[in-house]
């Protein structure tokens, strides 16, 4: 029996080292978007030690006189340390004053910290700045990475530029959810939403989810060739008769829209890292390619849809 029992063990030790269990928590990517006032804990640059990490944030009412009356307004500053020593700062200066509400939570930076490449044994952190601090997912305006090594924190790159350039007509970078703004993924990609304003298209931005790609310890672009193109609640139609290929830059004809007739988006496609077209589908489910160039759509929607 206790020969048995021995047997059952030794086997019992070999399936859990050779399948060990997975620890879906300790496995996670880490993407923490950082409070103000409080101290977080982070390994940043994975040698056993954690550093402590804070935003904190300064404020100061006052009234500011103009010609003839007095309006009230204050200034805010937001400072990041890491184990007690600054590395960045921002203030806003005279913001009109609207509640009390308002002027306690303005802060006029986002700090995240993430761990994008387990294997590289280096955290994340990042600074933005813009209207995605105020509004979540609105625009933002810089995406500092710094990076934290042998006890200094320094910048590396300041993402915004890298997401501009994937594709043309990038009018803004916003975020992509409110509960963290940039998402990441196991693949070491970090993400934004790109809205693009496009030459023929009437009044409207057109939106797509862009990652950029994270190696040996810099961000770089991830050339896709293919973007896909969120929903369009509202119809898409034609100015005027359009022409859709069967391939981008294709010279075979797949279908034509009709003027006024109803057509859906559904992939960006850039070609040779700079031209950009447009997959589109037909109302019978055809699809094919047009150059947003030579294509004029609008939004079938009221007049006062824009008010």
């Known amino acids: 029996m206790r020969k048995l029992l021995k047997l059952l063990g030794m086997a019992f030790m070999a399936i859990m080292v050779l399948f060990p269990a997975k620890n879906s ?14 101290t977080y804990h982070y390994n940043l640059d994975q040698k056993g030690k954690k550093e402590s990490i ?28 890491i184990n007690g020593k600054q590395i960045y700062s921002k203030a806003v200066k005279e913001q009109d004053y609207i509640s009390e509400r308002d002027y306690l939570s303005c802060i006029p930076i986002k700090v995240m910290v993430t761990d994008i490449d387990k294997r590289d044994k280096q955290m ?9 601090v105020e509004f979540e997912s609105d625009r933002i305006e810089h995406i500092y990475y710094y990076q ?30 409110n509960s963290s703004t940039l998402t990441i993924n196991e693949k070491n990609e970090v993400f934004a939403e790109l809205g693009l304003y496009m030459p023929n298209f009437f009044n409207m931005h057109i939106y797509s989810k862009v990652s950029l790609k994270l190696k040996n310890g810099k961000f770089i672009q991830n050339n896709q060739k293919s ?19 069967t391939s981008p830059g294709g010279k075979v004809k797949a279908f034509t829209v009709k003027k006024r007739g109803k057509i859906n988006l559904c992939n960006f496609y850039l070609a040779n890292k700079k031209k950009i077209y447009i ?28 008010d």
């Not at 929903?231 to 139609?237: A, D, T, V, Y």
């Not at 030579?294 to 849809?305: G, H, M, N, Q, R």
């Open 148 to 177: 934290y090594a042998n006890g200094r924190a320094k910048r590396k790159q300041d993402l915004v530029l890298l997401f501009s350039k994937s594709l043309p007509y990038v009018e803004y970078i916003s975020g992509v959810k």
């Open 227 to 245: 973007y896909r193109i969120p929903k369009i609640e509202e119809p898409l139609r034609a100015k005027k008769n359009i022409i859709a290929y």
């Open 25 to 38: 928590a300790a496995e996670k990517n880490v993407c923490q978007t950082l409070k103000a006032s409080k």
């Open 279 to 306: 997959k589109v589908k037909n109302q019978g489910g055809k699809t094919g390619y047009i150059d947003p160039k030579k294509a004029s759509i609008y939004l079938d929607v009221p007049e006062d849809y824009y």
């Open 124 to 132: 994340e952190l990042f600074i933005l700045e813009g209207d995605c």
């Open 54 to 81: 804070r935003v904190d944030v300064s404020r100061k009412k006052y009234e500011k006189k103009e010609s003839d009356y007095h309006e009230l307004v204050y200034d805010v500053k937001a400072a990041v340390t």
